[in-house]
T-cell receptor, first 116, second 112 residues
């Protein structure tokens, strides 16, 4: 019973293609995220959705479009893939809260995207 | 600009001894601090957290210390076990913010 699951785990494709990565959480969380881990292993936020609404959209090319059909799902669609998009993409989820009620984010196992 | 820094890329400790992993941050608005553990080909796993109103939080062998004036936190693992060998990420969350700011990680190796 995986809490945050991403598919596919590995994705190898050619430059210029369009691809999607799916994410689902069964924790009942109200916020979901996409992070990118680059070649230097640095994890950086891309998007955050709270109750299906976009909260954070960091400086990410508009070729990347997140879609949240419901609170349990946050998919990532990438158009016109480029070599620099090669990275590991992690989905995460959490309850929202601040201060003492703040809650940790729970991560999926990542999708390793390789652009040829 | 990186707001969370882990200046030691790697650390090697003998089994049974204490592992101390350090983390510094620059943003005084950070309110919530977390440590994650990551094995290869897996996602980060939440380990322990601390809010800015506390200076210590303990969970079994893991203790996190927060020094707000120095903008520094540390993770103590005692006693260290070979299964603790992994990459440890420090992360912080701004007040009322949602995204986590991560450090670059410290690779811990616990040798028998």
């Amino acid at each position: 019973d995986t809490a945050v699951s991403q598919t596919p785990k590995y994705l190898v494709t050619q430059m210029g293609n369009d691809k999607s990565i799916k994410c689902e959480q069964n924790l009942g969380h109200d916020t979901m995220y996409w992070y990118k881990q680059d070649s230097k292993k640095f994890l950086k936020i891309m998007f955050s959705y709270n109750n299906k609404e976009l909260i954070i959209n960091e400086t990410v090319p508009n070729r990347f479009s997140p879609k949240s059909p419901d609170k349990a799902h946050l998919n990532l669609h990438i158009n016109s893939l480029e070599l620099g998009d090669s990275a590991v993409y992690f989905c995460a989820s959490s309850h929202t809260g601040t201060g003492d009620s703040n809650q940790p984010q729970h991560f999926g196992d990542g999708t390793r995207l390789s652009i040829l | 600009d990186q707001q969370v820094k882990q200046n030691s890329p790697s650390l090697s400790v003998q089994e049974g001894r204490i592992s101390i992993l350090n983390c510094d941050y620059t943003n005084s608005m950070f309110d919530y601090f977390l440590w994650y553990k990551k094995y290869p080909a897996e996602g980060p796993t939440f380990l322990i957290s601390i809010s800015s109103i506390k200076d210590k939080n303990e969970d079994g062998r893991f203790t996190v210390f927060l020094n707000k004036s120095a903008k520094h936190l540390s993770l103590h693992i005692v006693p260290s076990q070979p299964g603790d060998s992994a990459v440890y990420f420090c992360a912080a969350n701004p007040i009322s913010g949602y995204a986590l700011n991560f450090g670059k990680g410290t690779s811990l190796l616990v040798t028998p």
